[in-house]
């Protein structure tokens, strides 16, 4: 079984959608984006910012969202643009699913917070 995240009902409505999980070993292309406006190394940014144990990030359906686990027990929902979004703590009894509840603006105005499901979907 794959798991996979649904976003509905946000403010920032870019944000919603379906995201599937991608190996922290790959860095997201918009991060990648974000880090080279700022003139930063995409890779140093991720190894300093993503947990990289065992974690996987999500990637969205079809823009350059996504959630990752960041080192400061956060899951992050960062959207097109690379920068955070919403943000919700990690769940102590399963630290690699991504939180259903407990999200919390990262950005003024972008509300109302998002719903998240954490789904498991058979393999065919």
């Known amino acids: 079984m794959n798991s996979y995240v649904d976003v509905q009902n946000a403010g920032f409505a870019t944000v919603n959608g379906q995201y599937f999980p991608k ?3 790959e860095i997201p292309a918009s991060f990648t984006a974000a880090c080279k406006h700022l003139e930063y190394d ?3 940014g991720w190894l300093k910012l993503a947990r990289q144990e065992g974690v996987v990030w999500f990637q969205h359906e079809s823009n350059g969202s996504f959630i990752f ?3 400061d027990s956060r899951w992050w929902m960062n959207g097109p643009h690379g920068a955070g ?3 919700s703590p990690m769940l102590m009894t399963n630290p690699q699913k991504v939180p259903t509840y407990g ?3 990262a950005l003024k105005d972008v509300g109302p917070l998002p719903d998240v499901e954490f789904l498991l979907q058979e393999e065919e």
Do not use: A, G, I, Q
């Open 103 to 105: 999200w919390s603006l």
């Open 69 to 71: 686990l960041n080192k």
């Open 85 to 87: 979004v919403y943000y």
């Open 42 to 44: 995409p890779t140093e």
């Open 23 to 25: 190996p922290t070993s």
